[in-house]
């Protein structure tokens, strides 16, 4: 399983960047896959999560609620997501991860149940 990011960058607050995350190797449909960051010194946060089997629900943080949106596209095997109205508090290293277990009744937030992840990408908001 592979999971590779894309979109990182450096923006003013206020400004916007797209993140992709482009996966292979498993059978990503019937995973949830999630969005997390980390800054220096900190730890990895959840950020956004979607359920692809279960008719693509979703789930944010609230620090990024209103301003990111999680989504995918089954046939290609991606998810994106898309954050709006950055600030610099959203600066952290970007990671794509994979739950290949999830369980019935919610898109875990916690970072340990996540099986698979990618080498991240930077995004940087200055004030």
């Known amino acids: 399983v592979q999971l590779v990011e894309s979109g990182g960058g450096l923006v003013q607050a206020g400004g916007s960047l797209r993140l992709s995350c482009a996966a292979s190797g498993g059978t990503f449909s019937r995973y949830d896959m999630g969005w997390f960051h980390q800054a220096p010194g900190k730890e990895r946060e959840f950020v956004a999560g979607?359920?692809?089997?279960?008719?693509?629900?979703?789930h944010y943080a609230d620090s990024v609620k209103g301003r990111f949106a999680i989504s995918g596209d089954n046939a290609k095997n991606t998810v994106f997501l898309q954050m709006n109205n950055l600030r610099p508090e959203d600066t952290a290293r970007y990671y794509c991860?994979?739950?290949?277990?999830?369980?019935?009744?919610?898109?875990?937030?916690?970072?340990?149940?996540?099986?698979?992840w990618g080498q991240g990408t930077q995004v940087t908001v200055s004030s």
């Open positions: 979607i359920r692809r089997w279960s008719g693509d629900s979703t």
């Open positions: 991860a994979a739950d290949e277990q999830p369980i019935a009744f919610m898109i875990r937030i916690a970072s340990n149940y996540y099986d698979y």
